[in-house]
């Protein structure tokens, strides 16, 4: 069951980014491996009618219309996604409703075959995302840590991404470097 959508177009300019960056989609292989299932040769098909929550994906986006309320068009010009620098144009923004969690300014790009929903925007609304092997849980800005040891790394965000710094990094084992001259006589 879907609301008609209802075009508001905002009197104000909006002034958005250029260039926003989403993640190549197949790099989330739980998500190929359900696609597979349920549409034998055909992922596309499968993703149609849901979300797939991206930590790669800068903003929310969404190549149906009908998903939108609060529609407000904009030139916000083009998104990047599966290795091409022009693959759509941003036109417009709206709201998805979905109960509890709502997301806000979702862009619309005509040319996207998916939904894809940002960790970083989500968390910009105080809210924390948790992944585990089976399940993204969304929680809300009460959820605290029952046990502060209990984390093993924190990940600072940079540029609307969460970046692992390798340069620290401990060997597995010893490194030695050694250097031999050798003669042949």
């Known amino acids: ?4 959508f209802i075009r508001h177009t905002s009197p104000k300019p909006i002034i958005s980014p250029t260039r926003v960056n989403a993640a190549n989609l197949f790099a989330v292989s739980a998500v190929r491996v359900n696609a597979a299932k349920l549409f034998a040769g055909n992922p596309q098909q499968a993703l149609k009618d849901k ?5 790669g994906c800068s903003r ?4 149906n219309m009908s998903y939108l309320s609060d529609f407000e068009e904009l030139n916000g ?7 091409n620098l022009k693959c759509g144009k941003i036109t417009g923004k709206g709201k998805i409703k979905t109960g509890k969690l709502d997301f806000d300014d979702v862009y619309f790009v005509k040319e996207l075959k998916f939904n894809l929903f940002s960790v970083s925007q989500m968390c910009d609304k105080k809210n924390n995302v948790l992944f585990t ?16 040891s209990q984390v ?13 710094n390798l340069k620290n990094i401990i060997p597995s084992v010893d490194l030695t470097c050694l250097f031999c001259k050798g003669n042949i006589r």
């Open 1 to 4: 069951f879907r609301k008609p």
């Open 51 to 55: 979300g797939v929550i991206d930590s």
């Open 60 to 63: 929310h986006m969404t190549g």
């Open 77 to 83: 010009g083009y998104v990047a996604f599966g290795g």
């Open 133 to 148: 092997d089976t399940e993204c849980l969304v929680l809300s800005s009460d959820f605290k840590l029952p046990d502060a």
């Open 152 to 164: 093993l790394r924190r990940v600072p965000r940079e540029n609307n991404m969460y970046n692992v």
